[in-house]
């Protein structure tokens, strides 16, 4: 436990040496959010509510969606390609420590340092421009949590899954781009899903990857009943398991592919 | 005539002094130790034309920093730098023009394609016209046998094909000056021999100038008619290895194999070991010649067998180093 | 002209040599062209379902929408292959990649920008044209020459504007010596202000894009004035004026650069 707490404050201590990147970053994603704001001010243009929600809720939906992407940062795919290629992976395997957990340690450390050092300050100006993002209700913040951290245990595993591509396919750049694609599109993190139209609606609902964003956003909002909650909730507890069951799977097979290949 | 001219070069560094730990971090994003490094201090030295010159030092003595300066790629913090009168700060593409670098450590070919695809490049870049295309590279196929691995892919080549890849394409175009840093690192003896007879080959032929930094002393044997010692920024030797030689470590040793052991003193050499017939002894070149202490040795116990040794480069090049420290 | 003809002959080697290089790789471009496909066709569609919950966007309704969308990809597409190495700027400044380019005679930004040609970049190219033409048809449009060469001059000035402030952004790198790369990020800046209409930001925001940070001629005004919207700034065609910012924008940028090339370090030893 100890190694891994310990490589979370190295990641920690590196990342905070980046001044500059951090103020660059956080002057982007204020951008960003502006515009998202703009965008959804425009087209609701005064009307009241749509598909369900309204203007105002939207806004919160998308400062809170933009802090949310900069916590969800995965390292962990993009680790474990860089692996494969220097060839370090076999030396990994060897480690007293599971890498993954490593990994995730990692990923946990940057995650710690994003929030103070952008989602803090993104919360603070994106009140001042847009008032503060506040939740439905203190019940629904609770829940937001809990569906946020599972949220990020299933993108986690996802970019973890597609990392293992890399034991396969060596050179990870399309995939990766499409990945991020759909992530955007299909999580509802920039336009959520119940502006679609019904059948893909329903379809792509079943997906995981609506529980990264969509979900705990939704919660937020005060979008859902607590027994629409209480069921997608389950849902996404649902994937996070089956994701996790594949993931496991994966590393085996992955570890006894190096011990075959020599790393 | 100089055809390089260097003067009082400098090359400063800013350097952040970084406290450790998580609070040291944080304490870092709000201030700042800074402290003032010089790579380069101050140094002058002319290079004439057809010159082969070694600039030596111990890692982090600045030979990397002054080349780089040289070859324009690294502005200096003051002093100047003249290439056949032009400065290559200022003058780059000219200055360039004449220039042929090989940094050991990197490669400019494109690493996914044959060999012949970069020089292809290169001789667009370079404007150079077929005819004389044609002429360096059947030069350079006679002192490097270029042509066997000129279709091979430069990720496949071995470090010393590549090595040789790379001189052959610095000199594709004919500088008049060639500056190759390191260019021998990690190359087994046959390459080593190789780039060496290039070197000499491409001196001889074309008088091309030649500044080498090396820290295979071998390098320095075989080439160079001089060289430079830096340390720590500053020039600290600078003239031929005889020169050199002579000045800091001119001693030599006699080694002697007598027919019954015995111990012969000489007022002019030290005797350093005596194992049953065999004597060795030390003295300085200039104090006494070799053929003297063994005739006068000669007359007090007969001689079997002689040995002469001279101060090795090593050992002269290490005396340099550590007088430079103090 | 000799140095124009010049210039074409290396870009043109360059070139040969990083489509050689690609074809290594064969099954990156399939992957890429099959990721653009599914990109450039899916977020049109997320605009469509907005539009379709909504009715218009900042006064624009889905037939101009259609069309802006088009142009915008298309000068993204264009970009995306002339200077997609500006992303790896930061990197080549801290890793000292550009020793290579100041020891030949050549201009150094020129070099970078055709070392590794993006023939992925064509690639993109395909749906953005899919899109293109969905929109023209969507608003109807003519295909006089006038025309034409509006959408030409929107288009080079647009790629040139996008250009011009990746170069921008990579060329900070050689004072701030880091390898933060918010080539993307501004990158999804781009997005924002060319695929949707100026008209959905406040006042302020406007002007500032319109005079400031001249991103709204990358699409914007020149598809107002190429689909005949009232409300032009001055009395000449707008994506004439596209053209002159991006030329000058594109000059000045590579002006950063010379500058910055001076304050550059290479790395190691």
Redesign the interface.
Known sequence: MKAYLFVTKIRIQSALAYRFNVISTILIQCLLMFAMACFWKAAYGGTGVVSGTGEQDMLTYTMISIIMGNLLTMGVEGRIEGSVRTGSVALDMLKPVNIYGIYLAEDLGDMAVAFFQIAVPLLIIGSVMFGFPAPASFVCFIIFLLSFSIGYFINWILAGLLGMCAFRVISMGPIRNVKGFIMKLLSGSVIPLWFFPDGFRVFLEFLPFVNIYQLPLGIYIGRYTFEEMFWRTALQMFWCMVLWLIFHAAQKKAAAAVLIQGG | MNIIKVNHLVKEYKKIKKEKGLKGAVKNLFVQDIEYVRAVDDISFGIEKGDIAAYIGPNGAGKSTTVKMLSGIMQPSSGEILINGMSPQKERKRVVRNLGVVFGQRSQLNWNLRLGETYDLLKRIYQIDDALYEKNVKMLDEIFQISEFIDTPVRQLSLGQRMRGDLAAAMLHSPEILFLDEPTIGLDVEAKYSVRKFIKEINARNKTTIILTTHDLGDVQELCRRLIIINNGKIIEDGSLDELADRIAPYRRLIIDFYHPAVVRHPKAELISVDEARAVYKFRKDEITAARLIEDISRTAPIKEVGLQEAKIDDIIRTAYHAGQA | MQIVK?HV??AA??IR?SI??RL??P??LI??V???C??WV??FA?IK??V???G???GWGYESLAFLYGMSVLSHGLAVILFIQTWYMAYCVVEGE???F?????GVLFQFLFEDFNLIGITDMIPGLMVFFYGCAKVHITMTFANISMILFALIGGTLIRGAVWIFCGSLSFW?K?T?N?TD??G??FE??SM?PL????KW?QVIFTYLLPLAWITFYPVKGILGMEGSVIPVPMAAVSLGVGAVMFVLSCGLFRLGM?????A??
């Open positions: 010049y002959s290396v080697t360059l040599l050689q290089s290594e790789y099954f990156m992957g890429h099959l990721a653009n599914v990109q899916a977020g997320a379902f907005v379709d919950s909504f218009s966007l900042g550009y020793d290579m100041l020891l030949r005679p050549m701030t880091s933060a918010f990020m501004v999804a800046l924002r202000v949707y008209t959905i930001y406040p925001a001076h304050r550059y370090e290479s190691g030893s």
